[in-house]
């Protein structure tokens, strides 16, 4: 399995300002996922991050709102740009640690935002 | 797209079996998935099963699959209340990303 720290684990913005959401695995993993989960809701893929290029968004999701940093193969951060109430979510960083794409997706504690 | 079907709702006594069922509609699927999520905590990879096999078990949980159908189910075996949780199906083909279904929220009744 995988460890997998995110950090702010929780926190309240203001409308209009933008966060900063970190995610530390403890092993070294080709891709990593960023996943959106509205209140009440199952979770949406925001995108796909990998070393050395650019992420790739899903439909909906574009690099303006939700940029997204992948310096190394450990760490990845996405920001929650400009954020607005609509934004407030838990956002979920996920990897596959058998390789790209197979067998388990282990997923982090989640980020809770909520924006006033 | 792609889609994954989910009840919402299971209330079980406990002591009882549980049995969470999901459909989904991708024909080309490799792996399916359950995940578990507590209140306020991350989702939990309880299992998973290759579209290969038909059945796989880890103690108290069975997995059957049946890819005729495109039926998945999660059966608990002596649920207790510590199971109350959301119970989230997913699955993928090839190398895309995981579809989930809406979770179904298990109620564990003492």
């Known amino acids: 399995s995988a460890v997998i720290s995110q950090k702010p684990s929780r926190d309240i913005c203001q409308r209009g300002t933008s966060l900063t959401i970190q995610c530390q695995v403890d092993s070294q993993v080709t891709m990593m996922f960023w996943y959106r989960q509205q209140p009440g809701q199952s979770l949406t893929l925001i995108a796909t991050a990998n070393q050395g290029s650019e992420a790739t968004y899903e439909s909906g999701f574009v690099i303006d709102k939700f940029p997204i940093s992948r310096p190394n193969l450990t760490f990845s951060t996405l920001t929650v740009s400009n954020m607005s109430p609509e934004d407030s979510s838990i956002y979920l960083c996920?990897?596959?640690?058998?390789?790209?794409?197979?067998?388990?997706?282990?997923f982090g504690e989640g980020s809770r935002l909520t924006v006033l | 797209g792609e889609d994954v079907e989910q009840s919402l709702f299971l209330s079980v006594r406990e002591g009882d079996s549980s049995v969470i069922n999901c459909t989904y509609t991708?024909?080309?699927?490799?792996?399916l998935y359950w995940y578990k999520q507590e209140p306020g905590a991350g989702l939990q990879l309880l299992t998973y099963?290759?579209?290969?096999?038909d059945m796989k078990q880890d103690q108290r949980l069975t997995v059957l699959l049946n890819k005729k159908d495109k039926h998945l189910s999660l059966r608990i075996a002596d649920t207790q209340t510590g199971d109350s949780a959301i119970y989230f199906c997913a699955e993928r083909s090839g190398n895309t990303p995981l579809v989930f279904g809406k979770g179904t929220r298990l109620s564990v009744i003492a």
């Open positions: 991708d024909s080309s699927s490799t792996y």
């Open positions: 099963i290759f579209s290969n096999m």
């Open positions: 996920s990897v596959f640690t058998s390789g790209m794409y197979t067998g388990e997706l282990f």
